[in-house]
């Protein structure tokens, strides 16, 4: 097994088990549904966001180990940052599932989802609550 690959079950895993966000109760002030027919995967995701800062992220929804630990990297990386920073992630992030040389540096255990790209059908697995995200912040003005 390559670096990437063992990186890649690694991350997954670590995130999938320990599934930070999922099910946690929140005073949410965006929220968005999405969902990937291909898999069945259903995310629901809600943010908090205060002074145009994301102060908390929590997901649910009936979701794939990649998807799971997509979502659970997408709350763990965004509490803290602000909204034009957490765009930006996933942005980034979407576009390199997309496109290799979308070029932004993502954190370490972010990059390891870029290892879906072998798989073509799970990319929109570990896209899926990034644009949950993207969804929940554009409707809410």
């Not at 991350?11 to 999922?22: E, L, M, P």
């Not at 992030?93 to 879906?116: K, N, R, T």
């Amino acid at each position: 097994m390559s670096d990437i690959a063992a990186f890649y079950k690694q991350v997954i895993q670590k995130y999938n088990q320990g599934s930070g966000g999922r099910d946690q109760p929140i005073k949410a002030t965006h929220q968005a549904r999405a969902d990937n027919p291909l898999c069945g995967d259903e995310v629901e995701l809600r943010l908090c966001v205060e002074a145009k800062t994301v102060t908390d992220a929590a997901y649910s929804g009936q979701c794939c180990a990649i998807c799971n630990a997509s979502a659970a990297m997408l709350c763990s990386h965004i509490r803290g940052l602000p909204i034009l920073a957490s765009l930006d992630l996933a942005r980034g992030l979407i576009g390199q599932l997309a496109d290799p040389s979308a070029g932004q540096l993502l954190p370490a255990d972010l990059q390891a989802l870029l290892a879906v790209r072998q798989y073509p059908v799970r990319v929109q697995c570990a896209a899926l609550p990034w644009r949950a995200m993207l969804d929940a912040m554009e409707t809410a003005g």
